[in-house]
């Protein structure tokens, strides 16, 4: 069992994206956490199972994550060989520029999201055209040769077509993941019902529970208790709305708060300024 008592937010993204090529000899322990941006992790070698909203997926090499903005998720990594991954960042905004009404470079985001399965398995040639594409990628954005900004960004439009086309395509694979079909059916449930009053009592009565059973197994599988849980998604969500363009009180009250100071503290401790200076 993970023992994590927090779920906070990492890393910056400040540009169009940014790419990682990353290998660690020994294992790391990571913390439950989530972007405010999306997240490809290109799987070369190791052993890591990545956990995603109660999801497990035991990776393979060359096997693509899909790790939507929002998410909470958490990589467990074993020490017995090198771990190397290549991992691209990219704001949503990005994609945006360059999609039209009938291309939509961020569908495969969209789609995953509807499925609540996260993860891609390149077959055949698909596997190698995939890290082919990530390292000219890496190789344009570390060049000073002339346009090499321009063709890395060409680059990685050309990875997320590639992607679109191949994941819309493509069904999810029931055996690549591990989950708790009655944690899942209690994270929907709290989606849902975000701007009602959520309680532990509440939920186990829902769902025919004991209390402590709830409680336990929920932070066994998503490494965060319910209450933090409820928490981070409200503000997920409240933010999403303030980005919007929805007045900061409106947002903050079809979130779930009733308390619009509670609302600013835990706002100001999870984004490091206020809903207004955010937006």
């Known amino acids: 069992m993970l023992d994590r008592s927090e779920v906070g937010k990492r890393g910056y993204l400040n540009e169009d994206y940014r790419l990682f090529h990353l290998r660690d000899s020994r294992a790391l322990k990571l913390e439950y956490h989530y972007h405010e941006f999306d997240k490809l992790v290109l799987q070369l070698s190791g052993k890591v199972t990545y956990h995603i909203e109660g999801k497990s997926y035991p990776l393979q090499p060359m096997d693509i994550l899909l790790v939507s903005r929002n998410l ?25 520029r360059f999609s039209s009404e009938e291309t939509d470079l961020a569908a495969c985001f969209s789609l995953i999201a509807r499925r609540e399965f996260h993860l891609f398995r390149p077959r055949g040639e698909n596997r190698e055209r995939y890290r082919s594409l990530m390292e000219q990628i890496e190789a344009a954005s570390g060049s000073g040769d002339f346009g090499a900004g321009l063709l890395a960004d060409t680059l990685v439009l050309q990875l ?6 191949d994941i819309l395509a493509s069904p999810a694979e029931a055996a690549a993941y591990r989950f708790d079909p009655k944690m899942e059916e209690i994270t929907h449930f709290i989606r849902d019902h975000l701007e009602e009053t959520l309680s532990i009592e509440q939920l186990a009565r829902t769902f ?17 208790t319910v209450h933090q849980y409820i928490r981070q998604k409200r503000l997920q969500r409240a933010a999403e709305e303030i980005r919007r363009g929805v007045p900061v009180l409106k947002a903050a009250e079809e979130a779930g708060f009733g308390d619009y100071s509670v609302f600013l503290r835990a706002f100001r401790a999870v984004y490091g300024r206020s809903p207004r200076e955010w937006r």
């Open 72 to 96: 909470i998720h958490l990589p467990v990594i074993g020490s017995e060989q090198i771990y190397e991954r290549m991992v691209l960042w990219i704001n949503r905004e990005f994609l945006s």
């Open 160 to 165: 997320m077509i590639a992607l679109n086309r």
């Open 208 to 224: 025919f529970l004991s209390r402590y059973y709830l409680m336990h197994r929920f932070k066994e599988v998503y490494g965060c």
